[in-house]
T-cell receptor, first 114, second 114 residues
């Protein structure tokens, strides 16, 4: 069975500082990995995804994530936080059976201080 | 382009009353459809998914039900709401038959049961 663990339910950074949100996955098959962002009272939207190929994936709003198979990790980073980055972030892995469900982590809420 | 609609946006219902939430997708055919619930401060809980008309899979036993009367229409229902049904309900779609594609989420319905 596949699963996702996000380390830290809350992360706080200062504006302009590095953002690092951690995600580890468990999968018996090569995973398809995703990061989604959710702003208050809105649906989720895709930040980036890894399927195959280059392990460093670039997404929207300056975010990127690196797939590290040896560490079973897919951490999300952004070099310089902006106030508008304050939101909840979900790491996810996609199943290849059973309705192709997506397994989501518990989420990490990012706070950005001025 | 594809769009996903949910309505109503907000709903306040008394305990014991019925519920019907609707989700429609435009611009795609034969999507996989999903209903999620987010309780306050918690992650995403998958409630139901559907891979085709009339095909519903339930993830969590509860007093909710789902139906898919048309290819791009997904309905979440209850005969009698409980206080614990309060939450933010999200509908999502995904291209059918693939695990490497992302999910696209609707704007959500905020349900408060009093």
């Amino acid at each position: 069975a596949q699963s996702v663990t996000q380390l830290g339910s809350h992360v706080s950074v200062s504006e302009g500082a590095l953002v690092l949100l951690r995600c580890n996955y468990s999968s018996s098959v090569p995973p398809y990995l995703f990061w989604y962002v959710q702003y208050p009272n809105q649906g989720l939207q895709l930040l980036l995804k890894y399927t195959t190929g280059a392990t460093l994936v670039k997404g929207i709003n300056g975010f990127e994530a690196e797939f590290k198979k040896s560490e079973t990790s897919f951490h999300l980073t952004k070099p310089s936080a902006h106030m508008s980055d304050a939101a909840e972030y979900f790491c996810a892995v996609s199943q290849n059976t059973g309705g192709f469900k997506t397994i989501f982590g518990a989420g990490t809420r990012l706070f950005v201080k001025a | 382009s594809q769009t996903i609609h949910q309505w109503p946006a907000t709903l306040v219902q008394p305990v014991g009353s019925p519920l019907s939430l609707e989700c429609t997708v435009e611009g795609t055919s034969n999507p996989n459809l999903y209903w999620y619930r987010q309780a306050a401060g918690r992650g995403l809980q998958l409630l139901f998914y559907s891979v085709g008309i009339g095909q519903i899979s339930s993830e969590v036993p509860q007093n909710l039900s789902a139906s898919r009367p048309q290819d791009r229409q997904f309905i979440l229902s209850s005969k009698k709401l409980l206080l614990s049904d309060s939450g933010f309900y999200l509908c999502a779609w995904k291209t059918g038959g693939s695990s490497y594609n992302e999910q696209f989420f609707g704007p959500g319905t905020r349900l408060t049961v009093l």
